[in-house]
């Protein structure tokens, strides 16, 4: 499969200028194919949060950041070829990762910037993806102001942020640090979902914070709550580094990479595939929206530029 090549059914409905254009919404079977590597089960709900709300379109132009590694931007190639995406990253470090990863790629630019002040003109871009930044930031309401900024009337910003009411299981260590003494660990192998967190949030903060920038808020979902014991400390405090590195063997290597889905041949004599279906075994009754009230790892909002 390639991006001229995914079969998605197609309809039309207004851009961000008034205009109609070909909208071609991803079917949960591609979503499947591109986090079929995933451990972190929240991800791929993030994934199909994110594609839900900002269907790719032929004339978009999409704004990434952060991009981190360049996962989103890949995914967004891999299932159009004519939407233009530009990943925004502060970290040199992991720019750098994201050209390895994505670089290459047609219709795609990265640039090295800051969320609080984007450098590009008013109403430049139909789409923002604010996937796990507004935790890092001081002034989570000046880095959404700024967005809006950039975004066309109209415009879409879909926003993920780790929940503050998170499932005990999904993190164990710092739930009961939380409980016992209210210090997190927030770096290092076991910092967990507080990872150089400034805050996590509830709903009534995500939501606060979103009206506080001038954005409409259009929709709003928590996901994740039965999960793997200890899986973001294996996943990210050991998965991570051990692919990073270089550690795993050629094939464990691309069943494991958010960017290699085309490469893992499925085989559940791969240890990775066998232990992401133990995952997908405690995802199953997830489902993309968690009721009110119920412990979940991320919390989502769409929110739109007034226009």
């Known amino acids: 499969m390639n991006t001229t090549s995914v079969n998605m059914p197609s309809n039309t409905m207004p851009n961000a200028n008034g205009s109609t254009a070909t909208v071609r919404p991803v079917s949960p079977d591609v979503i499947a194919h591109m986090t079929r590597n995933e451990a972190d089960m929240a991800f791929k709900k993030r994934v199909a949060t994110i594609f839900e709300w900002i269907p790719p379109r032929d004339d978009m132009l999409i704004l990434d950041m ?3 590694r360049g996962f989103y931007l ?4 891999y299932v159009n070829a004519n ?3 530009i990943g925004g990253e502060l970290d040199w470090e992991v720019m750098r990762k994201a050209d390895a990863n994505v670089g290459h790629l047609p219709h795609l630019s990265l640039i090295n910037c800051n969320i609080y002040a984007l450098p590009y003109p008013d109403n430049t871009f139909d789409a923002v993806i604010l996937s796990e930044i507004l935790e890092h930031v001081d002034d989570d309401v000046a880095a959404l102001r700024e967005v809006m900024r950039v975004l066309k009337p109209g415009g879409v910003a879909a926003i ?3 929940n503050a009411d998170y499932p005990f299981w999904w993190d164990p260590i710092n739930k009961t640090l939380e409980f016992l003494f209210k210090r997190p660990i927030r770096t290092g192998m076991l910092a967990g979902l507080w990872a150089n967190h400034v805050r996590l949030y509830r709903r009534d903060q995500l939501r606060a914070a979103v009206n506080q920038s001038g954005l409409i808020l259009e929709d709003e979902r ?3 709550h039965d999960s793997f014991p200890f899986i973001h400390n294996l996943v990210y405090g ?4 051990l692919l990073e590195s270089g550690a795993l063997p050629d094939k464990m290597a691309s069943a494991a990479d958010r960017t290699t889905f085309d490469k893992n041949d499925g085989s559940i004599w791969n240890p990775i595939n066998l232990g992401v ?3 997908n075994w405690f995802d199953r009754r997830n489902p993309i929206a968690e009721p009110v009230g119920r412990a979940a790892v991320n919390l989502a909002a769409k929110a739109r530029k007034p226009g």
């Open 66 to 68: 952060p991009c981190g």
């Open 74 to 77: 890949n995914m967004y190639r």
């Open 83 to 85: 939407v233009r995406l």
């Open 160 to 162: 993920t942020v780790p």
């Open 222 to 224: 928590a996901f994740t």
């Open 238 to 241: 050991i998965g991570k580094p």
């Open 277 to 279: 279906a133990v995952l």
